[in-house]
Nanobody
């Protein structure tokens, strides 16, 4: 099993920055891909950005491209999401997710999830 624990959420004004962290524990050797998703009230869970844990290659949704950046430490134990130039529409619960194998960046492809951390951006 893999456990994921997010931290770093909070409230910020538009234009501000936040950095989220996701601490992985357990059988982390099973992880091939890690990602951040978000879910706003009344909306479906949305993929934000992802990373191949072995190659380090990153993938970013168009909605956050140029503003958000994903990274991980060398031991694959901690995943980060640097969020800059935040907008009110970025307000959501942010979830860290991990998967084994190939994914299509949809929630169903990810078998491990954190409990989420709330990000609120005020105008």
């Amino acid at each position: 099993q893999v456990q994921l624990l997010e931290s770093g959420g909070g409230s910020v004004q538009a234009g501000g920055s936040l950095r989220l962290s996701c601490q992985a524990s357990g059988n982390t050797y099973r992880i091939d891909v890690m990602a951040w998703f978000r879910q706003a009230p009344g909306k479906e869970r949305e993929w934000v950005t992802g990373l191949n844990s072995f190659s380090g290659r990153t993938y970013v949704a168009d909605s956050v491209k140029g503003r958000f950046a994903i990274s991980q430490d060398g031991a694959k134990k901690t995943l980060y999401l640097q969020m800059n130039s935040l907008k009110p529409e970025d307000t959501a619960m942010y979830y860290c997710a991990a998967a084994a194998g190939v994914v299509s960046w949809v929630p169903a492809d990810f078998g491990y999830w954190g409990q989420g951390t709330q990000v609120t951006v005020s105008s």
